[in-house]
């Protein structure tokens, strides 16, 4: 207990009690059963959080394979039908024959395209029926699995 003298005009100074709390309050910290708890819970999170950064990193490559064997596939279709198209080779091209395998194809490493070429129902004489193409690009994914992607189209002799 503090005693102040207070100054009143009309009465000469007199002393004044000031009270103060006993105690001051203290500043709350974390106690040691809920810095127990906090690493016990995070202890428990990490290894799946990691798990799945880990896995998400792994995989962050699988979209972009597969959109480019999708594009090469796609690619070598485009030359087959042009290829059937040609007044200069035409319809009679479209032979296995023709179109050989790429291991690797030419600026894309770890990418391999091979053509099928089946002759479906010709009419009377060989070459008059319609051609199943199919293009099909393997690659190693990120998790260096074995893929592969097909692309197919059917080629006709017909001409209008």
């Known amino acids: 207990m503090v005693i102040r003298p207070k100054y009143t005009p009309e009465l000469p100074m007199a002393p004044t009690i000031v009270h103060r ?12 059963i809920e810095a127990i708890s906090a690493v016990v819970i995070l ?13 998400s990193i792994r995989r962050r490559a699988d979209p972009i394979l597969l959109s480019r064997a999708r594009w090469l596939a796609a690619e070598k ?28 194809v030419s600026g ?9 070429i089946v ?30 992607l097909q692309l197919s189209v059917v080629v006709t002799s017909y001409t209008p």
């Open 21 to 32: 709390p006993s105690h001051t309050p203290r500043r709350r910290a974390f106690t040691l």
């Open 43 to 55: 202890s428990l999170a990490m290894p799946g959080m990691l798990w799945a950064i880990r896995d």
């Open 77 to 104: 279709l485009e030359d087959i039908i042009a290829d059937a198209h040609a007044p200069t080779r035409g319809y009679s091209y479209i032979v296995n024959a023709n179109y050989s395998a790429e291991n690797p």
């Open 108 to 116: 894309f490493t770890g990418m391999n395209r091979s053509v099928s």
């Open 119 to 148: 002759e479906t129902a010709p009419k009377f004489l060989a070459g008059t029926g319609w051609k199943t193409c199919t293009v099909t690009v393997a690659y190693t994914d990120g998790q260096n699995v074995s893929r592969s």
